[in-house]
């Protein structure tokens, strides 16, 4: 387990894929009636999104591969542009990942993958580059090449994100793109 990516295993990564409960989130969800409709809400860190703009802007997919359905995970998905939602039951998350690798031509070693708890296990174990955030359940941490030092829900992503693109020498450049485009944007 390391708190820094070396440079030729992020040259690897080709795709991050993220757990949703406890990594984008702090695994917490309100449940609860409103006007006779059951509502789930989630919080999700403001800080994760950006690093996963950032890393759409250097051509790394982010796909989030959940244990669990859930509309609130579906709308942050889509408010944040991410190219895939995988909502699966929890046990077929490495048969959802292996799919979405084949359909996409990537192989084990070309994945990323950043979990929180046993339901991650067997994915961390088959991807190139296995990541738990801080607050992971100890086998999850075992797994792991890299452990972040934020907590899932609170800019573990965005640590990643940063972490991958500092690796892969990108990071000056993402953040002369990022500047760039919000003034065009604000023009």
Same mark, same amino acid.
């Given at each position: 387990? @390391?708190?820094?990516?070396?440079? %030729? !295993? &992020?040259? #690897?990564? +080709?795709? =991050?894929?993220?757990?949703?409960?406890?990594?984008?989130?702090?695994?917490?969800?309100?449940?609860?009636?409103?006007?006779?409709?059951?509502?789930?809400?989630?919080?999700?860190?403001?800080?994760?999104?950006?690093?996963?703009?950032?890393?759409?802007?250097?051509?790394?997919?982010?796909?989030?591969? @959940?244990?669990?359905?859930?509309? %609130? !995970? &579906?709308? #942050?998905? +889509?408010? =944040?542009?991410?190219?895939?939602?995988?909502?699966?039951?929890?046990?077929?998350?490495?048969?959802?990942?292996?799919?979405?690798?084949?359909?996409?031509?990537?192989?084990?070693?070309?994945?990323?993958?950043?979990?929180?708890?046993?339901?991650?296990?067997?994915?961390?174990?088959?991807?190139?580059?296995?990541?738990?955030?801080?607050? %992971?359940? &100890?086998?999850?941490?075992?797994?792991?090449?890299?452990?972040?030092?934020?907590?899932?829900?609170?800019?573990?992503?965005?640590?990643?994100?940063?972490?991958?693109?500092?690796?892969?020498?990108?990071?000056?450049?993402?953040?002369?793109?990022?500047?760039?485009?919000?003034?065009?944007?604000?023009?």
């Amino acid at each position: 387990m @390391s708190l820094t990516l070396d440079s %030729a !295993t &992020a040259g #690897r990564v +080709r795709l =991050l894929a993220l757990d949703v409960d406890g990594v984008l989130t702090d695994n917490g969800i309100w449940i609860g009636p409103v006007a006779g409709e059951r509502v789930e809400l989630k919080r999700f860190d403001i800080q994760d999104g950006l690093g996963m703009v950032l890393l759409r802007t250097a051509e790394i997919p982010v796909v989030w591969v @959940s244990g669990r359905h859930s509309e %609130a !995970t &579906a709308l #942050r998905a +889509r408010e =944040l542009r991410i190219e895939e939602v995988l909502q699966v039951p929890g046990p077929r998350k490495l048969e959802a990942m292996a799919d979405l690798l084949a359909r996409r031509g990537l192989s084990w070693e070309d994945a990323a993958f950043v979990g929180d708890d046993l339901a991650d296990l067997q994915v961390l174990r088959r991807v190139g580059l296995p990541i738990a955030v801080a607050n %992971a359940v &100890a086998e999850v941490r075992a797994a792991a090449s890299y452990v972040t030092r934020a907590a899932g829900g609170h800019g573990a992503v965005r640590e990643v994100a940063e972490a991958l693109l500092q690796a892969k020498g990108l990071w000056p450049e993402m953040l002369e793109r990022y500047f760039t485009e919000a003034a065009h944007r604000a023009s």
